[in-house]
């Protein structure tokens, strides 16, 4: 485990347990140079714990390169509750969750992502304050639409590095996943005049996307395979790898999930050889991050617009750097946030969170 931390650069991995609400979280701290650790909380029914654990130190860590190359002052962290999204959730388990997300007295934050909602962030409100992505006034709501907006904007900013020109008009795109970011993306693209497919591991989701918005539905089989301009990763990670990659037609890998690459450098080197474009998630699908964080920093609607716009003009100076410096997109974004964070190490250091202002409850 240690190892493990030493590995991804790790500040603190907190256990949570409580059998009677049936809760089992990780919660991952990354690094909080820049401020406190920002990122969504996870449901998902891992095969073991050994994999939740890798999953959680794979987010959080992404999380502290999506803030840094953002602009924003927000250090990296994620979180993961182990069971069935669709079974297992309760007032009780968030109320839970919440009270250990108190105890780190700020250092973390937490917010939606896969299978939670704004509704488990209102009952999470219950116990602590630090929760962003709730509904009400002053909260920033469901981050899914600035999410898909920013993978929207990165995939003209990809497309104009790959052939020139940004217009998605005709261009034939794999939407993989159907969730609430991929819905918003697909409607983004429909209406610009892209051929849209999509897939997703459960049927009915993707048809009802594909009924909405007039794309074309394909099977999860053919999603790899599938002649196409561009694909969209937008569920979970690590789906280009050994077994994917041979199988591309693509020339832009654009989307919305997390740790797309099972190994950045070998799967990197892999995408590059064959001349198709990566997109580094943690920059494309930073949207959803800056519209949470208008809830720290007081940003009006139109303010965060124009930051996640700004994600186009952050991926073409990522793609002009590996040009130049003949290395990869990640790398190249690696490269942007390491050094926005070291600029300052010397000034911040870790966040030490906040007094408890809550009158000892």
């Known amino acids: ?7 991804y650069g790790h500040e603190q991995v907190v256990f949570c347990s409580d059998p009677k609400s049936g809760l089992k979280a990780i919660i991952g701290i990354h690094d909080t140079t820049l401020g406190p650790a920002l990122g969504g909380t ?27 190359v953002a602009g924003l002052n927000l250090g990296g962290g994620k979180a993961v509750i182990i069971g069935d999204a669709k079974t297992q ?10 009270r250990f997300v108190e105890t780190l007295r700020g250092r973390y934050i937490t917010a939606e992502d896969v299978n939670t909602s704004v509704a488990d962030m209102e009952y999470i409100r219950m116990e602590t304050r630090f929760v962003t992505g709730v509904a009400g006034s002053g909260g920033s709501g469901d981050p899914s639409p600035y999410t898909a907006l920013g993978v929207y904007c990165g995939m003209k900013a990809s497309a104009k590095a790959q052939y020139g020109n940004d217009s998605l008009a005709g261009k034939r795109v794999v939407v993989q996943g159907a969730g609430n970011v991929a819905k918003h993306l697909v409607g983004h693209l429909v209406q610009e005049g ?31 395979g599938f002649d196409c301009d561009i694909f969209s990763p937008n569920a979970l990670g ?29 799967h990197g080197e892999a995408l590059k050889a064959r001349n198709i474009i990566y997109a580094p998630d943690y920059v494309i699908n930073a949207g959803g991050l800056i519209n949470v964080c208008s809830e720290i920093e007081n940003w009006g609607r139109e303010q965060v617009k124009r930051k996640v716009e700004g994600i186009y003009d952050t991926l073409i100076k990522i793609y002009d750097t590996a040009k130049t410096h003949n290395i990869l997109s990640v790398e190249a974004s690696n490269k942007i946030a390491e050094e926005r964070i070291a600029a300052v190490r010397h000034i911040h250091g870790s966040f030490m969170g906040v007094p408890n202002i809550r009158g000892g409850n």
């Open 89 to 98: 959730k309760s007032e009780a388990l968030w109320r839970s969750y919440g």
């Open 42 to 68: 996870r449901m998902w029914n891992y095969a073991s714990d050994a994999e939740a654990i890798t999953d959680v130190l794979r987010l959080s860590r992404g999380m502290t390169y999506k803030a840094a």
């Open 238 to 266: 690590a789906i280009i790898n050994d077994d994917t990659i041979s199988q591309l037609k693509c020339a832009v890998v654009a989307g919305g999930a997390n740790n797309q690459l099972k190994d950045e450098k070998v």
């Open 194 to 224: 892209a051929t849209v497919f999509v897939t997703d591991i459960f049927e009915d989701k993707a048809r009802a996307v594909c009924a909405e918005y007039g794309a074309t539905y394909i099977t999860p089989d053919e999603v790899y």
């Open 1 to 7: 485990m240690f190892q493990d931390l030493e590995m």
